[in-house]
């Protein structure tokens, strides 16, 4: 052990690094996980493409899903994305859904999102 007064400056050393993780992480950017791996900064997912049956592609244009995607991780908090997607999202119950003959099975809900696309 070289002296005490380094292991100080360690400890530190680590909750600012750790500071620093979590802002990467919350904000969507590439960082470095516990087990040493990159982890990839978040990308614009592809659009669902013309077989989407709500027609994501007409109602949403890519401007707006640029926007919407920075606007996310702009806001740099989990617990404020996570109410952010709650705004967002209307769970759809499927009107065959009732008809189904066994009802344990297929009960998961269909999630919408629903954003607001202007004056973004
Ligand atoms: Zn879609």
Redesign the pocket.
């Known amino acids: 052990m070289k002296n005490t007064g380094q292991s100080y400056i360690g400890s530190t050393g680590k909750e600012v690094k750790a500071r620093k993780l979590k802002k990467l992480k919350n904000t969507g950017q590439s960082y470095i996980g516990s087990t040493g791996k990159e982890v990839k900064a978040r990308k614009l997912q592809e659009p669902?493409g013309s077989k989407?049956r709500?027609k994501?592609l007409e109602k949403i244009l890519q401007d707006d899903r640029e926007s919407l995607f920075k606007q996310f991780w702009g806001i740099g908090g989990i617990n404020k994305q996570r109410k952010y997607i709650i705004c967002h999202v209307k769970s759809v119950c499927p009107k065959y859904a009732y008809k189904k003959v066994n009802p344990t099975r297929d009960r998961s809900e269909n999630k919408a999102y629903h954003f607001q696309t202007e004056n973004i």
């Open positions: 669902c989407c709500l994501c």
